[in-house]
């Protein structure tokens, strides 16, 4: 259990990004962070990572406070952040130093079965596309275990295909351990393919606006999808001041 | 140097093929004519030249007194090089670049290091090297002849003072633009300092300390030249002071004939020497 106890940060310029977030996410849900720019999603995200501290309130894992980084919180970035000088064999592996030469090699390579680059586990980072850099981006970040994983935006970059396709290899991926998954996005297709629950953020200062429920579309059932993703489109507007008229999904 | 996590030593057994088809193909040597085609290239506009200024001296258009034709210069060389001279000189000289280099570019990566890693270091050191940059390096000869006598030592000192300005320079800069996103990266997984530095930093910065290194390289060979004119009874910088002493431009002209062949060669190996650090880098010159 990943539990938010009224967070709240105000950067050094007096920015403040979040106020008063209170969250409870049960062991293996996926839950997506939904809102527009300048909300807090990232800022929400870097504290669970422990990147950065709240000023008050406080998060924690099973009980135990984070108050930075954590072995059992992994994050994907916006962007790949591959090691430019390493393999995406030795990238994939990067957070597995403890372990030996021999283990490692195996997690590594399981890891990247699944995610479909066994056949470039030794190439450069440079010779991937974005699509397959932020593949290994997961891998890395899935190979060490983590209780959870925080994903900030990780798709945004990418082409609708491509999203599809590293959307089906997160959910393989998650389905063997099943972590927790913080999943930041502004997508609410992505939030509905993904999640099991969306919170929808509002911006000055960051808090959280309303909740949806969604009934996993991978249950099989389209009707679900798409009152799902109304009624997130329909929160995530009013979050924004935006009248529903204007994105209203036909039934 | 551990060089684990540098070298792709994690590969995976069953991708040993792919290596030779992936990163292998990719980095693969460019067909040897190719390699030699662009090594006749770079001679031609010298060779051209110099055939043009033997064939101008050998129809009397230019007279050879001052400016010796080529065949003169290259049969001075080979009389210094059969004599032996020309080995005693070059050992010379040799020696204090590598001397001077070594000291230079070990104390310019330490400084830069520190200056780089810890904002103390560079609050309390920069301000000073960047004014002590400032001064000609030829302006400390005199100190150093007072201080140092006139035999080895001022010779190698100036040369490590004029190596270490841009080692130092190279190196601080280089750490001070690695990319905060890499650190993170380091952060995330929980990287003790010591690990940071050498899994990420390090790798990170070696590119600029490498160019910085060959930069520091060619000042060498500058200061080496400065050094010798100033006083020296061997090195190729003796017998420029001999050449012009004696009037024998073919001696002077042979003479920088060996600097141009010994710098270039000295590059050369530095880069053979660091290229299998760099092999990661996407150059545009595997490209253009």
Known sequence: MLTIQDVAKTYADGTEALAGIRLAIPAGEILALVGGSGCGKTTLLRLVAGLDTPNSGAI????????????????????????????????????????????RRARVAH????????????????????????RAAIARAFVADPKVLLLDEP??????????????????????????????????????ALADRAVVMRPHPGRIHDTVDIARPRSGDPEASVAATRALRAKLDASLGRTLSRTAVPA | MSTGSISPALGLDAGSSVAESGRGARSRARPAWRHGGRFVLGLLIPLGLALGWELATRAGLAQGRLLPPPSRVLGTLLTLAQSGDLWVHVRATLTRVALGFLGGAAFGILAGALTGTLPLARHLLDPGLQALRAVPSLAWVPLFILWLGILETPKVVLIAVGVFFPVYGGVSGAIASVDRKLVEV?????????????????PAVLPGTIVSLRTGLGLGFLFVVAAELMGASEGLGYLLVEGQQFGKPDQILAAILAFAVLGKLADALLVALTRPLLRWQDVSRDVL
């Open chain 1, 60 to 103: 924690r894992l099973d009980g135990a406070a984070i108050t930075g980084p954590h072995p059992g919180v992994g994050l994907v970035f916006q962007e790949p952040r591959l090691l430019p000088w390493l393999g995406i064999a030795e990238n994939v592996g990067f957070g597995l130093a403890h372990l030996s030469r021999t283990e």
């Open chain 2, 186 to 202: 380091g952060r995330i997984f929980r990287l003790s300092r010591l690990a940071l530095a050498r899994r990420i930093l390090l």
């Open chain 1, 155 to 192: 798709f945004s970059a990418l082409d609708a295909v491509t999203r599809e396709d590293l959307h089906h290899h997160l959910l393989t991926l998650w389905a063997e351990a099943r972590p927790t998954i913080l999943l930041v996005t502004h997508d609410v297709a992505e939030a509905v």
């Open chain 1, 111 to 134: 890891v990247l079965d699944r995610v479909g680059l066994s056949a470039h586990a030794d190439r450069w980072p440079r010779d991937l596309s974005g699509g397959q850099q932020q």
